[in-house]
Nanobody, 114 residues
């Protein structure tokens, strides 16, 4: 399974961004997909996860602010981020689970700054 994330960038506080992550390879075996982030000097943390059936789970810090969604036909997971704050600045990583193995895409930088 290969993952390609896109959509990061520089945004002002209060702005929005949508991240996308397209999976390729053995996509039929993918179960959960999710987004993680790692801020400078901090450990990577879970942001949101979505099952193949569409059940979602969010970190408390982003509930009501971020929305994860998934298009199984396109093998793509999305992260809609709204009301962005400087503390949301991080490298965002896409993750997919297949047969108990986690796969990671290259991160995409999100910077929230005025």
């Amino acid at each position: 399974v290969q993952l390609q994330a896109s959509g990061g960038g520089l945004v002002q506080p209060g702005g929005s961004l949508r991240l996308s992550c397209a999976a390729s390879g053995s996509t039929f075996s993918i179960n959960d997909m999710g987004w993680y982030r790692q801020a400078p000097g901090k450990q990577r943390e879970l942001v949101a996860i979505i099952t193949r059936g569409g059940r979602t789970n969010y970190a408390d810090s982003v509930k009501g602010q971020f929305t994860i969604s998934r298009d199984n036909a396109k093998n793509t997971v999305y992260l809609q981020m709204s009301s962005l704050k400087p503390e949301d600045t991080a490298v965002y990583y896409c993750n997919a689970e297949s047969w108990g193995v986690g796969y990671w895409g290259k991160g995409t930088q999100v910077t929230v700054s005025s």
